[in-house]
Nanobody
């Protein structure tokens, strides 16, 4: 595959949790910083969380304290644990490198609604 593959989205009630996964087939996964991006209806795609090669994580203000990004280089996978979900978290979630980005995958839909 030429792009990362995201999974784990779904419909969840406000206050609920989801864990997203993103797998990249390329063996150089561990050589890059990775991020989770969100595209909400009517908005541009934005980075919500990122993790460096050295496992240093950063978060957007809207998700800080609720989302946790981790990576497993042995599995070429980056995760996004999302807690205390809000309706504003609704959108399509994508993963990609921070620089030298690959073609975007299809993403995984997250809908937060009662």
């Amino acid at each position: 595959q030429v792009h990362p593959v995201e999974s784990g989205g779904g419909l969840v009630q406000p206050g609920g949790s989801l864990t997203l996964s993103c797998t990249d087939s390329k063996s150089i996964f561990g050589a890059y910083d990775w991020g989770w991006y969100r595209q909400s209806p009517g908005k541009q795609r934005e980075v919500v969380a990122s993790i460096t090669i050295g496992n240093s994580a950063s978060y957007g203000d809207s998700v800080k304290g609720r989302f946790t990004i981790t990576r497993d280089n042995a599995k070429n996978t980056v995760y996004l644990q999302m807690n205390a979900l809000k309706p504003d978290d609704t959108g399509v979630y994508y993963c990609n490198r921070i620089i030298y980005q690959q073609p975007w995958g299809q993403g995984t839909q997250v809908t937060v609604s009662s």
